[in-house]
């Protein structure tokens, strides 16, 4: 068998094996391409049904409300500063050092809105975990813009400067 496979080996010559190589690698190309196609067609089927089932979930949530209704769903003014110390408590539980932070408040047909621009000072999980938590704990919170920086590229703290909106029903 060992001769066999040698004279094979010098009729074929290195060029020879290479074309068998390449041969074998297209036949495990052409069942892996199978098999991929397969696994695509059952995903794509997968994805159809998935897309069925929030069909009707989505058009639920596409029902307007009116501003009233939504107005109305909003806090009143009278809960803004517990709701101020809410957020700020909550980036001292999650460890995040801050400086200053400044408000400012602004009213409008019956809204207020409570700018609030929070620098704060932490790894950027916590800072992500704040964010999460914040508009989790508060659905009248918005996170209108977020600046990151980094001291040096091997800095493990970011400094981050949040800037929020509280949203409520103004006094009347």
Known sequence: MNRRWQRLLRALGWPGLA???A????AAALLLGQRWDAQAVALQAEARQLRARAAPMVAAA???IS??????ALPPATERQQRLA???ELSIRLDLNGARTEHRLSTSEGLERLRVTMPVTGSYAQVRRFIGAALEHDPA???DSIKLRRVSPMA???DAELQWSLHGRAAP
């Open 19 to 21: 074309g068998v190589a």
């Open 62 to 64: 596409a029902v307007p």
């Open 23 to 26: 041969l074998v690698l297209a």
């Open 86 to 88: 809410d957020l700020l």
């Open 67 to 72: 501003v009233q209704q939504w107005q109305a």
């Open 156 to 158: 493990a703290e970011v």
């Open 141 to 143: 919170l918005s996170l």
